[in-house]
């Protein structure tokens, strides 16, 4: 089957959840027989990480949609760009860390692809 979805993680400040969130990718990077294909970028940031990190990546992952993991905004931001952070008034909850945020992600995406696979079947 060919991968026909394409993501690109782009990690943030350097913590123990980032570290966390580094081992999830890797464990669905890995995953077999996937619908969508993920890839991340890592250049080990400290804490107050931006977007800015990686503006000489983005042209090249513009196909994908872009996840940036805690990263701040301050440049143009790409089309689809979808954030995970948990800080300031972008967070989900206050209380709900970024390796939640970012199972959650992929717990949704997965019902999404049963589903329709169940519906096509």
């Known amino acids: 089957m060919k ?34 294909s993920i890839d991340f970028l890592d250049h080990h ?11 000489a990546e983005l042209p090249g ?3 994908k ?3 940036g993991v805690e990263l701040g905004e301050d440049i143009p931001l790409p089309p ?3 954030a995970i952070d948990h800080h300031g008034e ?4 206050a209380c709900f860390r970024k390796s939640e945020q970012v199972e959650s992600f992929w717990v949704a995406y997965f019902r999404a692809c049963h589903a329709l696979i ?3 079947h």
């Open 3 to 36: 991968n026909n979805i394409e993501y690109a993680f782009l990690l943030g400040g350097y913590d123990l959840e980032m570290v966390c969130i580094r081992d999830i990718l890797i464990q669905y990077k890995n995953a077999p027989a996937a619908v969508f």
């Open 80 to 82: 689809g760009y979808i």
């Open 61 to 63: 992952i513009a196909s």
């Open 45 to 55: 940031l400290q804490w107050g990480a931006q977007l800015s990190h990686y503006a």
């Open 90 to 93: 972008k967070s989900a909850s």
């Open 118 to 120: 169940d519906k096509q």
């Open 65 to 67: 949609y872009i996840v």
